[in-house]
């Protein structure tokens, strides 16, 4: 009976491994876990990862389609994860030049804060299908989208889905910008415009401001109504202030100090004021232009 307790005991030493051999095994570095990955494996997964953004973004529009934007707020929306937050400038890019249309994305995306494009290409009925699902917070228009409508009649189509229309585009006659801006447009900034122009043209309407490139008040004021009497350099003052520019960027562009471009707005105003117009704002400038031919 001793002799078959010493032999199972003899039996489970020899199948009990030492305690001092056991933790050197069960313990492994990040480093000692990643070198005994396969190599092949690893390459396997390093060219899936490449070739993950590919494959995501080949023959895929550059978000100029309706249903990529559904689809971008449904995974905002329905995600589940917390905290992430609906992009607050939703915009419609209208312009029929693909290249144009392309740049104008390339430059409201990284420079104009929580842009989002919800659609851009050409057409005015898909806009508007775009603009019924998702929503808009400003419409940037070309007038001239070669799809047999009028301009008028495309800015009264977006103006109709209570969206602001702002219009960038090469049209510059006064009969075209005083029609659009009596159709309801909050701006019109002419693409002859510089880059940084445009942009402080939009965040202005975002805002809920009126605009007006100074090409194209100048073009509004080329024949201006004489009951003010104006100077040239007073009415210059005027279109560019009108414009939206502040008075230090007035004074630049008129080549004179910040105070005499001021004296210069203050003489435009005493004289509205003495021919029964006040304009006591910027915004009555504006209006001031649009009722000018």
């Given at each position: 009976?001793?002799?078959?307790?010493?032999?199972?005991?003899?039996?489970?030493?020899?199948?009990?491994?030492?305690?001092?051999?056991?933790?050197?095994?069960?313990?492994?570095?990040?480093?000692?876990?990643?070198?005994?990955?396969?190599?092949?494996?690893?390459?396997?997964?390093?060219?899936?990862?490449?070739t993950v953004p590919q494959a995501m973004t080949r023959d895929r529009p550059p978000r100029s389609v309706a249903t990529s934007e559904?689809?971008?707020?449904?995974?905002?929306?329905?995600?589940?994860?917390?905290?992430?937050?609906?992009?607050?400038?939703?915009?419609?890019?209208?312009?029929?030049h693909p290249l144009v249309r392309d740049a104008m994305v390339s430059l409201l995306v990284p420079h104009l804060q929580d842009a989002e494009i919800v659609y851009a290409g050409a057409s005015i009925d898909e806009a508007a299908t775009a603009i019924e699902a998702c929503g808009a917070d400003l419409v940037i228009l070309d007038l001239d989208l070669n799809d047999?409508?009028?301009?008028?009649?495309?800015?009264?189509?977006?103006?109709?889905?209570?969206?602001?229309?702002i219009v960038v585009s090469a049209l510059g006659d006064p009969a075209t910008i005083r029609a659009c801006l009596?159709?309801?447009?909050?701006?019109?900034?002419?693409?002859?415009?510089?880059?940084?122009?445009?942009l402080q043209a939009l965040q202005a309407a975002l805002r809920?401001?009126?605009?007006?490139?100074?090409?194209?008040?100048?073009?509004?004021?080329?024949?201006?109504?004489d009951q003010f009497h104006l100077s040239d350099q007073e009415r210059r003052a005027m279109v560019l202030y009108a414009s939206g520019?502040?008075?230090?960027?007035?004074?630049?562009?008129?080549?004179?100090?910040?105070?005499t471009a001021e004296e210069y707005i203050k003489r435009v105003r005493a004289k509205a004021r003495k021919a029964g117009t006040p304009l006591p704002t910027k915004t009555d400038m504006y209006r001031m232009a649009q009722r000018a031919g």
């Open positions: 009976m001793a002799a078959s307790d010493n032999q199972g005991a003899q039996g489970a030493r020899r199948h009990r491994r030492p305690a001092s051999a056991s933790a050197p095994a069960m313990v492994m570095t990040t480093r000692e876990r990643a070198s005994r990955v396969p190599s092949t494996m690893t390459s396997a997964t390093t060219a899936m990862m490449a559904r689809d971008g707020l449904r995974s905002v929306h329905d995600s589940g994860v917390r905290g992430k937050r609906v992009p607050r400038n939703r915009l419609v890019v209208l312009e029929d047999g409508r009028s301009p008028v009649a495309n800015v009264a189509a977006m103006a109709d889905l209570k969206v602001p229309v009596a159709a309801g447009v909050v701006g019109y900034v002419s693409k002859q415009a510089r880059p940084e122009e445009v809920g401001e009126q605009v007006m490139s100074p090409e194209i008040a100048s073009a509004l004021l080329s024949q201006p109504d520019l502040k008075m230090e960027s007035v004074a630049r562009r008129m080549n004179v100090s910040r105070t």
